[in-house]
T-cell receptor, first 111, second 116 residues
Framework: AQSVTQLDSHVSVSEGTPVLLRCNYSSSYSPSLFWYVQHPNKGLQLLLKYTSAATLVKGINGFEAEFKKSETSFHLTKPSAHMSDAAEYFCVVSDRQKLTFGTGTRLTIIP | GAGVSQSPSNKVTEKGKDVELRCDPISGHTALYWYRQSLGQGLEFLIYFQGNSAPDKSGLPSDRFSAERTGGSVSTLTIQRTQQEDSAVYLC??????????????FGEGSRLTVL
């Protein structure tokens, strides 16, 4: 069985300040982990993925995430928020074929 | 096509009617997924097709829901006798999986279903 918990349903940050979106997971296997972003009225887009290579994963648009097995975490970060980062973010865990999505974190950027 | 295509983009129906939602995945992608996204909720897994294997139907919420994938390509999700709680955005995704590891999912823009 696998599950993923996004600890914050809503995060607000000021433009130019760091972003932290938290994700914890559980999995019976060595998991693959993903972050997806969904802009309003758009489909989901892959930001980055971890598949047992480097624990620090860099994605698109300046985002990165660090896989910490001891903490079962895969938090998403960005050093400096931009207005275009406002969206819904989903943490996803996969063992074998099935993907389980978190409930999402809505990121609001304050001008 | 270049991406995953879903139709219709919006569907309004009356309670009790049947609806069909279509997904045309990226050519060559062997895996196809249906998810449901309700307002304020995460994505709820519905069904997964992989090649010629039997589909994983474990996420279908009731026997009113069914899906098929013809010729390993286009998929249709059918909801019979729709209920108001079926109102949601239905998302389709496809991927090219290799070695039993889930690859990147490419999502369509969804079909928004409203049941009156």
């Amino acid at each position: 069985a696998q599950s993923v918990t996004q600890l914050d349903s809503h995060v607000s940050v000021s433009e130019g300040t760091p972003v932290l979106l938290r994700c914890n997971y559980s999995s019976s296997y060595s998991p693959s982990l993903f972050w997806y972003v969904q802009h309003p009225n758009k489909g989901l887009q892959l930001l980055l993925k971890y598949t047992s290579a480097a624990t620090l994963v860099k994605g698109i648009n300046g985002f990165e995430a660090e896989f910490k097995k001891s903490e079962t975490s895969f938090h998403l970060t960005k050093p400096s928020a931009h207005m275009s980062d406002a969206a819904e973010y989903f943490c996803v865990v996969s063992d074998r074929q099935k993907l389980t999505f978190g409930t999402g974190t809505r990121l609001t950027i304050i001008p | 096509g270049a991406g995953v295509s879903q139709s219709p983009s919006n569907k309004v129906t009356e309670k009790g009617k049947d609806v069909e939602l279509r997904c045309d995945p990226i050519s060559g992608h062997t895996a196809l997924y249906w998810y449901r996204q309700s307002l304020g909720q995460g994505l709820e897994f519905l069904i997964y097709f992989q090649g010629n294997s039997a589909p994983d139907k474990s996420g279908l919420p009731s026997d009113r829901f069914s899906a098929e994938r013809t010729g390993g390509s286009v998929s249709t999700l059918t909801i019979q006798r729709t209920q108001q709680e079926d109102s949601a955005v239905y998302l389709c995704a496809s991927s090219f999986t290799s070695g039993g590891t889930a690859g990147e999912l490419f999502f369509g823009e969804g079909s928004r279903l409203t049941v009156l």
